[in-house]
């Protein structure tokens, strides 16, 4: 437990090295969501109700969103597949440590930056904005944090799972283009699923994108009861179960394959 | 006798590369159809290595030898054949294996580049469960040994490349592997780098017995460190045994260095042996290795010798003369 343990704070301490870079990005950050929570709080001076959502509830949900983001889809391994072809992992491989929670470490710091972050960016967008956000009861908090750990965990899977790419190629940007495209559009990030058609909503409800934010926020904002959350959790769990045992007889393969590149 | 540390039999290693037809129709081609083809990497090699031994692995590039050493310790699945160091199968990654060995790899960075090394050890430390007490010993006499101990706290990416090859060796040695792989250690090194990582790696070796197995392109590196060379040529082995053994095959010649007390002319000379240099007062001739003591009392007593010397020819000439001689053998 050590080795990840200080596997940990190196991690930790690595992403605080490009200070500028890190302070841009979530500079970044920071706009996205003070735009989204303008453009909300314009349109809900006109009406009380869109789409379903009352004001606080949809703010609430822009904030959600915003954390959700940092906590689930942000991942330290975008380069993944990367460092699989150019054979950067060998370091790692040959070493006395599981390569897969070596990657979980470098994650988890990263989620752990985020969250330093967004608690700050988050204090300030609520001084500027003063909304009113509706806490969930203990229960739905406690699944809440739940649902968002099992995103965290779906998503550090499907990231595997694109860096075993690197294995075979180093051609992985056009599948990871349409992951991120299909996640903009059907995580919902920009606007909640449930304003699609309802035929709509159920064909996502068979894919894996719902669970990296949306369902988290219908569990926080109390849209969904006891046994709808259930199913919601159990889907999300099958999914992680699923993806897991696919991953995991890729990366074999793939380790047989692998060529150690870099001489 | 001794029992074998590494042990490899009838090891192949084939990798399946894509071939791409030349030019721009060559790269649209490609989408729709590939041609692949098969490169023997590492093909039917065997030997067996004791414990203490320092190896030198001789290849020109592409040889094979760098295969071999992932294959060993565990990078590479072997494509045919049966790998054993310390008694255990590399490839599975075992990590009581893992914490006994160690591979550097001269061209390959494992500190963490934008931190300072010290940091690098400590995970390392961690890594390999080390006692605090063990970790400070062997940190202490590794930073001494190697002359580092102004730089631990400075980043890796702002260090020179020999103070990185020194730190990435303690990185790969706080846990005294037994068995070391070096995969060219002193690439990119000056001279000075070179011999003082040489002395660290012969030290290493007798401090602890360990084995060490070493690629490198730099011929000073398997003559100072190695007592024994694996030469290998398009994935199969050509040799293995001791150096001595290996210029004595293969060094057809010896080299006699002359200095005359008055001028010979080159005709003269000629008669004694190839004329490989020569001015009026000194002159280099190449000799058959069997007949160099006699021609060289033939020379003192016919011409105005003032010294003589009888030397090897470099290694690096005695391995040209062993690729030719294997690359004559598969022309006839």
């Excluded at chain 1, 990840?4 to 090295?17: R, T």
């Excluded at chain 1, 929670?101 to 972050?117: H, P, Q, S, T």
Aim: hydrophobic share 45%; charged share 20%.
């Amino acid at each position: 437990m050590t080795k990840y343990i200080q596997l940990l704070k190196l991690s930790w301490q690595n992403g605080f090295v490009y200070r500028t870079s890190l302070f841009m990005w979530r500079f970044r950050q920071f706009l996205s969501s003070v735009m989204s929570l303008t453009v909300w709080t314009v349109i809900y001076t006109s009406q009380s109700s869109v789409l379903g959502y009352d004001q606080t509830q949809m703010i609430t949900y822009i904030f959600l969103s915003a954390f959700l983001q940092s906590c689930i889809l942000a991942t330290a391994l975008n380069s993944l597949s990367g460092r699989v072809y150019s054979g950067e992992i060998s370091a790692q491989l040959v070493k006395p440590i599981s390569l897969f929670g070596y990657l979980a470490i470098e994650d988890v710091a990263d989620k752990l930056r985020n969250i330093f972050f967004i608690l700050i960016e988050t204090s300030l967008l609520y001084l500027i904005f003063i909304p009113t956000i509706p806490l969930p009861t203990l229960l739905n908090g406690a699944l809440f944090v739940l649902a968002v750990l099992m995103g965290a965990v779906m998503n550090f899977i499907i990231n595997l799972l694109f860096g075993a790419i690197g294995f075979w190629s180093p051609d992985t940007w056009g599948p990871k283009f349409m992951f991120f495209i299909m996640v903009e559009f059907t995580a919902g990030k920009l606007f909640p699923l449930d304003i699609l058609p309802p035929i709509l909503e159920k064909l996502l409800y068979l894919t894996p994108f719902p669970y990296f934010s949306f369902v988290q926020t219908q569990i926080f904002l109390g849209r969904l009861d006891s046994v709808q959350i259930f199913w919601q959790l159990a889907s999300l769990a099958g999914w992680i179960v699923g993806l897991y045992l696919v991953t995991r007889w890729i990366w074999q393969r793939g380790l047989r394959d692998y060529a150690a590149a870099g001489q | 006798m001794p029992q074998p540390v590494i042990s490899v039999s009838h090891l192949s290693k084939h990798f399946k590369v894509h071939k791409k037809q030349p030019g721009l129709w060559g790269s649209v081609q490609s989408l729709w159809n590939r041609e692949y083809q098969e490169v023997k990497a590492v093909d039917d090699i065997s030997f067996e290595i004791n414990e203490g031994e320092t190896i030198g692995f001789i290849g020109q590039n592409g040889a094979g030898k760098t295969t071999t050493l992932k294959v060993l310790s565990g990078l590479l699945y072997p494509s045919a054949g049966q790998v054993s160091v310390l008694g255990f199968d590399p490839w599975k990654r075992q990590p009581e294996f893992q914490k006994q060995f160690a591979l550097v790899m001269g061209q390959k960075n494992q500190l963490w580049w934008d931190l300072p090394p010290i940091e690098t050890f400590e995970l390392n430390k961690a890594i390999y469960e080390l006692s605090d007490k063990e970790y400070k010993r062997t940190l202490n006499t590794l930073v001494e040994l190697l002359d580092v101990g102004d730089v631990l706290n400075i980043q890796v990416r702002k260090l020179s490349l020999g103070q990185r090859m020194k730190c990435e060796l303690i990185a790969a040695l706080l846990h005294t592997p037994k068995v070391l792989f070096l995969d060219e250690p002193t690439i990119g090194l000056d001279v000075l780098m070179q011999k003082a990582l040489r002395d660290f790696i012969k030290d290493y070796n007798k401090k602890f017995n360990a084995t060490i197995i070493l690629t490198s392109h730099y011929m000073d590196d398997v003559k100072e460190i190695c007592d024994r060379a694996l030469v290998i040529d398009h994935g199969q082995k050509i040799f293995d045994g001791q150096l001595k053994k290996l210029i004595d095959s293969y060094a057809r010649n010896k080299i006699l260095s002359l200095i005359f007390t008055k001028p010979v002319t080159q005709k003269k000379l000629a008669e004694f042996g190839e004329v490989k240099a020569a001015d009026q007062l000194s002159a280099t001739l190449l000799v058959p290795r069997a007949q160099a003591t006699k021609m060289a009392s033939k020379l003192l007593s016919q011409l105005p010798v003032q010294d003589l010397n009888i030397e090897e020819p470099p290694i690096e000439a005695i391995i040209r003369e062993v690729f030719e001689t294997k690359a004559d053998q598969t022309h006839d």
